[in-house]
């Protein structure tokens, strides 16, 4: 039997009902318990939580807890109104799922409009954020041409998925991987609202100073082709550290993951000061 100090604690798959905004969702997660504050996964748009459980084998992270889930509108988890997911909602459902699951504060890696939503929570909870890997998050304008772009077609979802198909001709790194798994990774009917939301946040909601204001040490992370993003500068003149992920663009755990989880362990080592709290 092992010591009472080196319990090991096995990575848990549950599907955990939740109300958010009056809306049943019954929310896929998948964590690992531990006595340190928990570092939680929130995944980008079309995509899934599975991107970020190659954690459990990190020698890095061996023995911290996690928590990752597919937010409404993706993955394993169900929505009874798909036509409610929005930015503010994935915020709720994100604060619904911290409480559901006993956390106080917490690490947070977020990719794309996983990165938003923890940015926006962030904002309104300085406290419970610890620190901050974004990875690729929207954070401008120039973040949402597509889904912009999608907002001028009679149905969103349906022209995001031809677009998305013919990305595997393109030399975006990743575009194929991220098409070919679309269909199971997203409901069509979470896009149009999703996208309004996400472009009204782009242009009006002040997002490069919330991140710039937040109190907790910050990582912004993306791949070499987003290397000419206008606002790295600003974040770069303002603490926020930079990581660029070589051979790979706006999905860097699908075209290059050894180099970006050496960048996010790297920046947790320096930051982190393991702290007996079970949760």
């Known amino acids: 039997m092992p010591s009472a100090d080196r319990v090991v604690h096995e990575v848990v798959h549950e599907q955990v009902p939740l109300r958010v905004h009056g809306i049943n969702v019954k929310l896929a997660w998948v964590r690992r318990a531990g006595a340190d504050d928990p570092v939680v996964f929130l995944h980008g748009f079309g995509t899934s939580k599975e991107d970020f459980l190659d954690v459990a084998q990190r020698h890095d992270f061996t023995g911290r807890p996690f928590l990752a889930y597919d937010a409404p509108g993706a993955g394993a988890t ?12 994935l915020v709720a459902t994100a604060r619904a799922a911290l409480d559901r699951a006993g956390i106080g504060r917490c690490h947070v890696v977020g990719h794309s409009t996983g990165a938003l939503t923890a940015l926006l929570l962030a904002h309104e909870e300085p406290g419970r954020v610890l620190s901050f890997v974004n990875i690729k998050g929207v954070l401008a304008p120039e973040d949402c041409v597509l889904s912009r772009e999608a907002l001028t077609h009679r149905d969103p979802g349906e022209f995001f998925f031809r677009l998305a198909h ?29 996208f309004r939301s996400m472009v009204e946040l782009a242009d009006h909601g002040e997002l490069v100073p919330k991140f710039l204001s937040l109190p907790c040490p910050r990582l912004y992370l993306y791949g070499k082709q987003c290397a000419g993003l206008s606002y790295l500068p600003v974040l770069d003149a ?7 992920i070589p051979h790979s663009g706006h999905l860097p755990m699908y075209s290059n993951p050894v180099a970006m989880w050496r960048q996010i362990a790297e920046f947790h080592a320096r930051q982190l000061m393991p702290v007996a709290r079970r949760w």
Do not use: H, I, M
Request: with cysteine; charged share 25%.
């Open 238 to 244: 303002n603490g926020v550290e930079l990581a660029e």
């Open 166 to 194: 013919r990305s595997r001709d393109t030399s975006c790194y990743g575009g194929g991987l991220f098409a070919a798994n679309l269909p199971a990774k997203l409901r069509r009917g979470a896009v149009p609202t999703l």
């Open 78 to 89: 169900e929505c009874a109104d798909l036509g409610e997911v929005t930015l503010p909602f």
